[in-house]
């Protein structure tokens, strides 16, 4: 069983960037489907970003399509989300999460292990 931790939160100003890190331990890291999601207050958790296991497939919402870049080292058990461009409605707790299968790689159901999440504050 995979445990995750997430660091790289932050609070930052619209326009500016963060890092988010993912590091898994207690699995085979390479052999996990990894994703990134996010909850805002009062919202529903929705997905951000998703990579595969070689880090060759990545798939992003709509939303932050352009400005997120997910990747991953497979060496270091490591998961990434470079953000930029930051806006204040991408403000949310963030989550990274690892899955054995995927059918539908933006159903956070569909994950079976989570990170405790770190918050992310985009002021205006």
């Known amino acids: 069983q995979v445990q995750l931790v997430e660091s790289g939160g932050g609070l930052v100003q619209a326009g500016g960037s963060l890092r988010l890190s993912c590091a898994a331990s207690g699995g085979t890291f390479g052999s996990y489907r990894m994703g990134w999601f996010r909850q805002a207050p009062g919202k529903e958790r929705e997905f951000v970003a998703y990579?595969?296991?070689?880090?060759?497939?990545?798939y992003y919402a709509d939303s932050v399509k352009g400005r997120f870049t997910i990747s991953r080292d497979n060496a270091k058990a490591t998961v990434y989300l470079q953000m930029n461009s930051l806006k204040p409605e991408d403000t949310a707790v963030y989550y990274c999460?690892?899955?054995?299968?995927?059918?539908?790689?933006?159903?956070?159901?569909?994950?079976?292990?989570w990170g405790q999440g770190t918050q992310v504050t985009v002021s205006s």
């Open positions: 990579i595969s296991r070689s880090g060759i497939t990545t």
């Open positions: 999460a690892a899955a054995n299968t995927l059918v539908q790689i933006t159903k956070s159901d569909e994950y079976n292990y």
